[in-house]
């Protein structure tokens, strides 16, 4: 989900594959704030799976144990 951001997140995002998403084009009958708030409250409504897990992207040092640390008392 991009806010309109200007660091590239979005373009990267997409050349690696991932499907990208612009905040305004979601929930339009909502209104359009930019924020993190927004993002990931409009990201429910386009994720699927039973369970959604999300991460800043600008961690420095990221490591799968980060998710897994928070998954799993989910899933054990």
Request: hydrophobic share 40%; glycine share 10%; net charge neutral.
């Amino acid at each position: 989900m991009d806010s309109e951001s200007n660091d590239n997140t979005a373009y990267i995002a997409d050349s690696l594959g991932f499907k990208v998403y612009q905040h305004k084009n979601i929930l339009t009958n909502y209104g359009t704030y930019k924020g993190k708030g927004e993002g990931l409250w409009k990201s429910l409504f386009v994720l699927k799976g039973d369970i959604i897990a999300w991460c800043d992207s600008d961690i420095k040092n990221f490591n799968a144990r980060f998710i897994y640390g928070i998954l799993g008392p989910l899933i054990l």
